[in-house]
T-cell receptor, first 111, second 115 residues
Framework: NAGVTQTPKFQVLKTGQSMTLQCAQD?????MSWYRQDPGMGLRLIHY???????DQGEVPNGYNVSRSTTEDFPLRLLSAAPSQTSVYFC??????????FGDGTRLSIL | QQPVQSPQAVILREGEDAVINCSSS?????VHWYRQKHGEAPVFLMI?????EQKGHEKISASFNEKKQQSSLYLTASQLSYSGTYFC????????????????FGQGTILTVHP
């Protein structure tokens, strides 16, 4: 049982490049979320999904897109990377009304 | 709006007790507590639900005062393994409270336990 798997673990991008952070879970969880974590800021919600085909914005959605075509996958797309998007990104999943399980994170640097 | 945690940091000796507080300016349905070790993912500790239910996990317990929109995490007889950053995540009182995937986290409290 792999849990929540995030890839890549580390990534360096140049300003203006685009990329997709992958998140997959094998627990058949309905809810999936993306957070970013910056020093002193805690975790901030970017986008979340309550099921396949259903997504909604969180606290800091600008510059990011998501889609949920299957229950298992919830990729996060950076459209045009900016230095302000340098952060650690965590994906989390949970069954309905249960606590979230977090992936190991993707450390992203944008130069 | 982000809940406010206090204190921002606390240093303990093994065996000492600590309390971490989490306050929100909006009505809460649930409070979720997580611990994160440096370089690792947050790990779930416990959930407190509306109704003031108190939940425990080994020597860690918590309370939820919905009137004050506040939760407290109690660490008793701390161990070295308790070191890390503690986050509270709050779920609002909307849509029947089923907002588990949409948590708003506090800024964290850094707990350091020394031998």
């Amino acid at each position: 049982n792999a849990g929540v798997t995030q890839t890549p673990k580390f990534q360096v991008l140049k300003t203006g490049q685009s990329m997709t952070l992958q998140c997959a879970q094998d627990m058949n969880h309905e809810y999936m979320s993306w957070y970013r974590q910056d020093p002193g800021m805690g975790l901030r919600l970017i986008h979340y999904s309550v099921g396949a085909g259903i997504t909604d914005q969180g606290e800091v959605p600008n510059g990011y897109n998501v889609s949920r075509s299957t229950t298992e996958d919830f990729p996060l797309r950076l459209l045009s990377a900016a230095p302000s998007q340098t952060s650690v990104y965590f994906c989390a999943s949970s069954p309905r009304n249960q606590p979230q399980h977090f992936g190991d994170g993707t450390r992203l640097s944008i130069l | 709006q982000q809940p406010v945690q206090s204190p921002q940091a606390v240093i303990l000796r093994e065996g000492e007790d600590a309390v971490i507080n989490c306050s929100s300016s909006k009505a809460l349905y649930s409070v979720h507590w997580y611990r994160q070790k440096h370089g690792e993912a947050p790990v779930f500790l416990m959930i407190l639900l509306k109704g003031g239910e108190q939940k425990g996990h080994e020597k860690i317990s918590a309370s939820f005062n919905e009137k004050k929109q506040q939760s407290s995490l109690y660490l008793t007889a701390s161990q070295l393994s308790y070191s890390g950053t503690y986050f509270c995540g709050t779920g609002g009182a909307e849509a029947g409270g089923t907002s588990y995937g949409k948590l708003t986290f506090g800024q964290g409290t850094i707990l350091t336990v020394h031998p």
